[in-house]
């Protein structure tokens, strides 16, 4: 057994986003209350990002919870490397585990690194984000120039152990592209991730409801959701059933004038849910258009959790939360009219929806659970230990 620390700070207001932090508050409770655990996990975390975790129920539990002080002076760099220096020399911490890396963390990492052997812990870097390999590799890309002020001087200046990947994209990425300092000893793409859904239950009372939810913004595809409902009502193939969009972000009000000159007010709901169990709970399908990956979507995992059958696009590792057929149907062609096409025949035969609602329900009890993860990540830590 060895000692093992996550380490963030300054998280912000969680109502409505945070997934990845609410994700590692919740696998910090669950790894210390687990009787397959390997290692000994703390969380070094500054004590307004505790209050932000509780005050959206994480972070329950206090046990190995270390104080990370932030400073705002001109010795700021040099007071936090300090800080978190004691709590790995005082704790033997022998991995920090980076659950949510962005660039201010650099300086920090660098002063990691230069600590005498004796005492450095090696790094690990969680990457959530999916498509950071795909932004990365695409020159082209709007957003690629931002993306490498992010990453690049994490490849090139520090000395990372491993990568726990959320995608295999990230993993393919590392073993093609020459920009890291040293080449990380293990780089692992997750197969299975649990969520909390201790809430989302499927009703016995459940609704002819389709749901879309996500962030709406450009590489989501909301506008193919749009489409495919007018399809759907252009052949009178509805059948009573009830469409909702649900969602925030830049898109939000073109979609909304989109759906009124499509006239599907009839069918379609806009709504924002701060509490989705209480939709995903009545409804019966789920539906993601995203470009990327849908794995390991939180959305979509509550969705599978509360009995919905999912229709999504075959992208990244989409397979690992949809069965082609079983649990849900992959969209093809890969468009809105695929998407309608889909639909129709989900919305036309209820029996293979329950069926596949009930499919959904069992994937996340006995794949996407928290046994599995914590297996993968012992594992993946204590084969970077291991790697001197």
Excluded at 56 to 75: E, G, M, Q, T
Excluded at 77 to 101: D, G, Q, R
Excluded at 110 to 129: A, F, H, M, Y
Aim: hydrophobic residues 40%.
């Amino acid at each position: 057994m060895s000692n093992i620390a996550l380490f963030i700070y300054g998280i912000n207001d969680l109502k409505g986003g945070g997934g990845a932090e609410r994700f590692f508050a919740d696998f910090f409770d669950e790894y210390q209350d687990s009787k397959i655990s390997q290692n000994k996990l703390f969380y070094i975390i500054d004590k307004n990002s505790v209050k932000k975790l509780n005050e959206v129920n994480k972070l329950k539990s206090r046990n190995n919870l270390l104080n990370f002080k932030i400073h705002s002076n001109r010795f700021k760099h040099k007071l936090e490397t300090l800080e978190l220096a004691k709590h790995i020399f005082l704790n033997n911490i022998k991995i920090v585990h980076i659950p949510l890396y962005d660039p201010t963390y650099i300086p920090i990492l660098k002063k990691l690194n230069e600590l005498p052997k004796v005492i450095r812990p090696k790094i690990v870097i969680n990457i959530v984000n999916c498509y950071v390999a795909q932004v990365l590799s695409d020159k082209n890309h709007q957003l690629h120039k931002s993306m490498c002020n992010s990453y690049l001087p994490l490849f090139k200046e520090i000395n990372v152990s491993g990568y726990f990947c959320w995608n295999e994209s990230f993993v393919n990425y590392v073993g093609k592209e020459k920009v890291f300092k040293n080449i990380p000893k293990k780089v692992y793409a997750i197969n299975s991730r649990f969520s909390d859904v201790k809430k989302f239950i499927p009703s016995a009372a459940k609704q002819n409801l389709v749901v879309f939810a996500s962030r709406l913004d450009e590489q989501k595809h909301a506008d193919w959701y749009l489409k495919a409902i007018e399809i759907i009502k252009s052949q009178n193939k509805l059948n009573d059933w009830k469409f909702i969009l649900c969602g925030t972000g830049p898109l939000r009000e073109e979609l909304m004038k989109q759906a009124t000159e499509k006239k599907l007010s009839d069918v379609l709901e806009f709504r924002i849910e701060g509490q989705m169990e209480k939709l995903f709970n009545v409804s019966k399908i789920y539906v993601s258009c995203q470009n990327y990956d849908n794995f390991p979507s939180l959305s979509m995992s509550e969705a599978m959790a509360s009995g919905n059958a999912i229709v999504a696009r075959n992208v990244g590792q989409t397979n690992l939360f949809v069965r082609s057929n079983k649990n849900g149907v992959l969209i093809n062609p890969d468009s809105a009219e695929g998407l309608a096409e889909a639909l129709i025949k989900m919305i036309s035969d209820g029996e293979m929806v329950k069926k596949m609602g009930e499919e959904s329900v069992e994937l996340m009890k006995n794949v996407h659970n928290v046994p599995n993860f914590i297996k993968q990540i012992d594992n993946f830590w204590n084969e970077i230990l291991t790697n001197n």
